[in-house]
């Protein structure tokens, strides 16, 4: 699995996620082979518009790495195109995830002081859950 278009893109400023180049099936990261018409290595990238929903929360309470002190929150959000992503949200009133409910409208944001930099989400507030 190659994610350096990704990491480029976010190094550009873009979201780039991937889908599949032959039926289109989103799937990021891209799989060797696509799931659904089974063509290996056919990823294509392609530029986020940087909008998505909470698919699903958690609050992990180990601590992995230094940088990351628990309690800390990890989603799941499902892009607007479609590609799905564990990423962590950012701009939370809590660590709470009681304040992030499932289909909450979210942004995403390249934190480029992160090495790599990395994509987090902040809850959108015009976004009610959907
Ligand atoms: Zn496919």
Same mark, same amino acid.
Request: aromatic share 6%; net charge neutral; glycine share 8%.
């Given at each position: 699995?190659?994610?350096?278009?990704?990491?480029?893109?976010?190094? @550009?400023?873009?979201?780039? %996620?991937?889908?599949?180049?032959?039926?289109?099936?989103?799937?990021?990261?891209?799989?060797?082979?696509?799931?659904?018409?089974?063509?290996?290595?056919?990823?294509?990238?392609?530029?986020?518009?940087?909008?998505g929903t909470v698919?699903?929360?958690?609050?992990?309470?180990?601590?992995?790495?230094?940088?990351?002190?628990?309690?800390?929150? $990890? @989603? $799941?959000?499902e892009? @607007?195109?479609?590609?799905?992503?564990?990423?962590?949200?950012?701009?939370?009133?809590?660590?709470?995830?009681?304040? %992030?409910?499932?289909g909450q409208a979210?942004? @995403?944001?390249?934190?480029?002081?992160?090495?790599?930099?990395?994509?987090?989400?902040?809850?959108?507030?015009?976004?009610?859950?959907r």
């Amino acid at each position: 699995m190659d994610v350096r278009p990704h990491v480029d893109g976010l190094r @550009a400023g873009e979201l780039r %996620v991937s889908r599949c180049g032959a039926c289109g099936l989103p799937a990021f990261p891209p799989p060797r082979v696509c799931p659904r018409c089974g063509r290996r290595d056919a990823a294509e990238w392609f530029t986020a518009s940087g909008r998505g929903t909470v698919w699903s929360a958690a609050v992990f309470h180990r601590n992995y790495l230094p940088e990351h002190p628990a309690p800390y929150p $990890v @989603a $799941v959000v499902e892009l @607007a195109e479609g590609p799905r992503l564990v990423t962590t949200l950012t701009g939370l009133p809590t660590a709470d995830l009681a304040d %992030v409910p499932i289909g909450q409208a979210v942004t @995403a944001e390249i934190d480029a002081h992160h090495e790599p930099p990395r994509v987090v989400f902040r809850p959108d507030p015009e976004g009610a859950a959907r």
